[in-house]
């Protein structure tokens, strides 16, 4: 079992940098691979980007790709979503998602495990 727990996000003015982190629980952390989502209102919830376990494989969003930088820091618990240049259509709530396994995925039917949520806000 793990639970995930976001923080970091907030409101930013468009151009803007935001820093993401989502801590987990347990101690298989380092066995499991990541992903990040988001969901804006009246949307549904959209692939962001992914990190296998080892953080050496990542994969992203177009919409994303070259704006935000997803890592991992295993010794820590934790995974982060580094987001610039941030745009008034980044906002959303963003959820940390988590699943047994070394390999990343894009579907979030492939995810065991979901935090709570942060909100972005993203003004123009």
């Known amino acids: 079992q793990v639970q995930l727990v976001e923080s970091g996000g907030g409101l930013v003015q468009a151009g803007g940098s935001l820093r993401l982190s989502c801590a987990a629980s347990g101690r298989t952390f380092s066995r499991y691979s990541m992903g990040w989502f988001r969901q804006a209102p009246g949307k549904e919830r959209e692939f962001v980007a992914a990190?296998?376990?080892?953080?050496?494989?990542?994969y992203y969003a177009d919409s994303v790709k070259g704006r935000f930088t997803i890592s991992r820091d295993n010794a820590k618990n934790t995974v982060y979503l580094q987001m610039d240049s941030l745009k008034p259509e980044d906002t959303a709530v963003y959820y940390c998602a988590g699943r047994p396994g070394v390999g990343y995925v894009t579907d979030y039917g492939g995810y065991d495990y979901w935090g709570q949520g942060t909100q972005v806000t993203v003004s123009s």
């Open positions: 990190i296998n376990w080892s953080g050496g494989g990542t």
